[in-house]
Nanobody, 124 residues
Framework: QVQLVESGGGLVQAGGSLRLSCVASGRTFSSYAMGWFRQAPGKEREFVAAISWSGGSIYYADSVKGRFTVARDNAKNTVYLQMNSLNAEDTAVYYC?????????????????WGQGTQVTVSS
């Protein structure tokens, strides 16, 4: 079992930045790929970014490529999502997730463990 707790969400003006953190506890963090997903009001949850267990493979949704950066620190059991140049379309609840798989990391179904989410609101 893996427990995930996100933090770092909040209210930010358009063009601003936020860094989300997700701390994992339980089984060995370094053996899991990690992902970030988000769900905007009235919309389905969507993939944002993912990083393999080693950090050697990283994936981004087209909508955030060049603006968001995912990174992990296995010594701290933490994965980060640095979000720059935020706009109103980035407003959503952001979820951290853990996967024991090494492929298909852009798919929600690949992730077995989920955090409770953190709200990000971008004002225009």
């Amino acid at each position: 079992q893996v427990q995930l707790v996100e933090s770092g969400g909040g209210l930010v003006q358009a063009g601003g930045s936020l860094r989300l953190s997700c701390v994992a506890s339980g089984r060995t963090f370094s053996s899991y790929a990690m992902g970030w997903f988000r769900q905007a009001p009235g919309k389905e949850r969507e993939f944002v970014a993912a990083i393999s267990w080693s950090g050697g493979s990283i994936y981004y949704a087209d909508s955030v490529k060049g603006r968001f950066t995912v990174a992990r620190d296995n010594a701290k059991n933490t994965v980060y999502l640095q979000m720059n140049s935020l706009n109103a379309e980035d407003t959503a609840v952001y979820y951290c997730a853990a996967s024991g798989l090494t492929s298909r990391l852009t798919r929600e179904s690949s992730f077995a463990y989920w955090g409770q989410g953190t709200q990000v609101t971008v004002s225009s």
